[in-house]
RNA sequence: CGGAGUGUGGCUCAGUCUGGUAGAGCACCGCGUUCGGGACGCGGGGGUCGCAGGUUCGAAUCCUGCCACUCCGACCA
């Protein structure tokens, strides 16, 4: 039987993994490279999904309070002059507007030398300094605080390389700012919205995560704090999925976003800022894809249950394609998951061979078939794309076609938790917490770092430390470099110490977590 | 920006070493037979062989320069 992909994810090749990876976006229809470099276009049913994810990441920001706003694309350049690390941090790869026109000479069109702007513009690559611009102007008293703001927007960082969803230089994403009034309600925000995006990460995504706090070396440029929730890909990468930051008055004191206190006093403002972007589909794919290509959790299916009619160029066609939409009609007026079902007849002028294969590599929860002999007998046939073989067989089920309207929402509701179940698994399995010296981390992930070097799944380990600082830490850093490993961050969740620091063998003060990451 | 590799119909590639009328499979279009586990037959459409120069009677093939893409690093959501 030939296969939906040209390349397994489980060849024990490491360098496979990235091949089917894009072979995966591919042949799901999800995205593909554009002319312009390092961006790419989001094909309909991978923009499907991200308007999944955005509805419910949405509601998810607007329950805690939040409101949406927009802001310019572009910002002024001496915006980022004003928060020294911040510049710093981003200085690299952002993407320059320095005139607004062009001239046509001999036919040709060039950048007109009269059309240079006064200040060049900083096409965003994050939106801090224009929104805290926007905050000065709005804030002058306690009673504005606190200020919950969310934008939903594309901004650009110009990447040396580019993975599809994984890193482009262009990405879609949302971007949480907030001012406080103090540092306990910004930290409180900061946690909060971590959970946030923990949840959606678990619930949603059926990607389990590990939330903490990120070691400062990895800190986001201008916070006081950083916090992640890090996810276990198939090939035991770590993929950072969201990020929530306590900015303190570092934004606030660079572009005086201060508010008169209740005693009369006028004080700077706390700030936070919190993002998650079109990377979370990579994580999805490299989560809970197989060797037929994707798999989606019901909750961001764009379509959770699609039915392929079985046509013959005959007249019974009609009553075949009447059933189906009969079928269609009644699943999308059933809940599932605490919304409505979405189900969709496919209804083009494919083989249903084709039309089948095609929805199994992109994903489909539910691939329902209806023939003559379904119609005729009143049921439906069906396979759920999280248990889509049974050995080398499909496994196919029928069932009378009032059984499966009433089964449908708690199938769907089921493949949400087999998905979460089975990334649980890999990921509870595969976090190894016995390592207790910088030696045996070594050992276990191989000293050699040659090409060929990962022919084994390597996961995470969690390890005591000291929580150095400042040069100390670039020096472990350093290590752990050379063994292509990093510091995810230290789990909210810890578990008791074991030993003294893997890096430093003083007392350990808490565990990190080290993996190799993307 | 370094290291490696690749550029030939939409996709995957052969052909390049050894210069001589541009090929295959898949995909696509038409007709027919099929269709309930990734169909088959017959017929068709589609490529200035990444770009620019050079050598030659003749270049996908040899030479020079450039460009793009992929993978691996450095950077990063």
């Not at 790869?93 to 062009?102: F, I, N, P, S, Y």
């Not at 007109?112 to 900083?122: F, G, Q, S, T, Y």
Request: aromatic share 8%.
């Amino acid at each position: 039987m030939q296969r939906a992909l040209s390349v397994s994810r489980m060849t024990g090749n490491r360098s496979t993994f990235p091949e089917w990876y894009q072979a995966v976006v591919r042949e799901a229809d999800l995205a593909e490279n554009s002319p312009v470099r390092g961006m790419m276009i989001i094909k309909p049913w991978g923009y499907g999904v991200w308007e999944e994810i955005q509805r419910d990441l949405d509601r998810r920001i607007k329950e805690t309070g939040h409101v949406n706003a927009y802001f310019p694309l572009l910002i002024p350049l001496s915006f980022f002059a004003k928060e020294a690390e911040h510049v710093e941090g981003f200085a690299k790869e952002m993407a320059v507007v320095t005139h607004h026109r062009l001239r046509a000479v001999d036919g040709k069109l060039e950048v007109d030398p009269d059309a240079k702007l006064e200040e060049p513009l900083i096409v965003r690559p994050t939106s801090e300094t224009i929104i805290a611009d926007a905050f000065q102007r709005w804030i002058k008293s306690h009673r504005d605080l606190p200020l919950l703001i969310n934008q939903w927007a594309n901004v650009v960082r110009w990447e040396m390389r580019t993975r599809l969803f994984l890193r482009t230089s262009e990405f879609l994403w949302q971007e949480g700012h907030t001012a406080h009034a103090d540092e306990a309600d910004a930290r409180a925000e900061t946690m909060r919205m971590l959970e946030v995006y923990r949840a959606f990460s678990e619930e949603t995504l059926a990607m389990p995560v590990i939330a903490g706090e990120k070691p400062e070396n990895e800190r986001f440029p201008g916070a006081v704090g950083t916090f992640s929730v890090e996810s276990m890909m198939q090939d035991g990468k770590a993929l950072q999925a969201a990020t929530s930051h306590y900015l303190g008055q570092n934004f606030a004191r660079a572009q005086n976003i201060r508010f008169q206190s209740a005693a009369g006093e006028l004080e700077y403002c706390h700030t936070t800022s919190w993002g998650a972007s079109t990377r979370m589909i990579g994580g999805v794919i490299m989560t809970h894809g197989d060797d037929d290509g994707l798999r989606l959790p019901p909750a961001i299916a764009p379509r959770q249950i699609v039915i392929v009619p079985i046509l013959r160029d005959k007249p019974e066609d009609a009553e075949v394609l009447a059933y189906g939409e009969a079928l269609a009609k009644a699943l999308n007026a059933l809940s599932a998951l605490g919304e409505r079902v979405r189900a969709l007849l496919d209804v083009r002028g494919a083989r249903s061979a084709d039309k089948r294969w095609e929805w199994v590599r992109r994903g489909a929860p539910i691939i329902v078939e209806v023939g003559p002999r379904d119609a005729a007998a009143g049921q439906v046939t069906y396979m759920r794309r999280d248990k889509l073989r049974d050995g080398e067989k499909i496994a196919s089920h029928a069932v009378p076609r009032d059984t499966f309207l009433a089964a449908a929402p708690g199938i769907l509701a089921e493949i949400q938790a087999n998905l979460y179940a089975d990334a649980k698994a890999l990921l509870d399995s595969n976090i190894r917490s016995d390592i207790t010296s910088f030696e045996a981390l070594a050992d276990y992930f191989g000293a050699a770092v040659d090409e060929d070097e990962g022919a084994a799944f390597k996961g995470w380990v969690r390890a005591p430390w000291s929580r150095p600082t400042g040069e100390a830490l670039e020096a472990v850093d350093a290590r752990l470099k050379a063994l292509k490993l990093t510091l995810r961050n230290i789990p909210l969740d810890q578990q008791p110490i074991t030993g003294p620091c893997l890096f430093t063998g003083e007392p350990a003060a808490e565990e990190v977590l080290i993996a190799r990451a993307y």
